[in-house]
């Protein structure tokens, strides 16, 4: 059986060539159906977080510019960060014990839960929710 070709894009003069830093999303996010279940707004802090790392995707990015770059309130950005750390497709750590801004990094797509190593450096989805004020 032979493969039909791929059709031309619609502007094959344009095509698009990264030209300063590039941030890449797994497309198992597309493939494995993590859209739908991450939702638009998890997704869309998603992209931004991945627009902001760096090489060992980390982003450094505080709450309130990220809800102010994807026009955001900051409880739906705050629901859509827990999203992404229960999910286990990002990390967080505080930058002091209390503080909700900190370190977002990226991690690896994995089919089950994500590993940590040292624990201690990082917070669970239900810390940080408490210390944003969702109870239980």
């Not at 859209?35 to 060992?56: C, M, P, Y």
Request: hydrophobic share 45%; with cysteine.
């Amino acid at each position: 059986m032979s493969r039909r070709p791929r059709p031309e894009p619609p502007r094959p003069n344009l095509v698009r060539r990264p030209t300063r830093a590039f941030g890449w999303l797994d497309a198992a996010l597309l493939h494995e159906g993590w859209l739908a279940r991450l939702g638009a707004e998890a997704v869309a802090v998603l992209v931004l977080l991945a627009l902001a790392a760096d090489q060992r995707g980390a982003s450094y990015y505080g709450r309130a510019r990220m809800a102010e770059r994807l026009g955001l309130k900051r409880q739906s950005l705050d629901l859509a960060l827990a999203r992404l750390l229960e999910l286990g497709l990002v990390a967080h750590r505080p930058w002091r014990a209390g503080c909700a801004d900190g370190v977002w990094q990226l991690l690896p797509m994995s089919p089950g839960p994500a590993k940590t190593t040292g624990g201690e450096d990082c917070e669970s989805v239900s810390a940080i929710l408490a210390r944003l004020g969702f109870g239980r």
